[in-house]
């Protein structure tokens, strides 16, 4: 994507990292209990 002199570029992402992928990790902070499936990753972990 080319963007010319004086004119801006704006993406948006959503992100929604999951557990699923992310359990065996060392060190998340985690909202929730780890054997509820319903647990997310913290805010603060991104």
Do not use: W, Y
Not at 13 to 30: I, Q, S, Y
Request: net charge positive; hydrophobic share 35%; aromatic share 4%.
């Amino acid at each position: 994507i080319g963007v010319a002199p004086g004119f801006t570029l704006s993406r948006v992402f959503t992100l929604k990292p999951t557990l699923a992928d992310n359990k065996d990790k060392r060190g998340l902070a985690l909202d929730g209990q780890l054997k509820h499936e319903d647990t997310n990753l913290a805010s603060s972990t991104m």
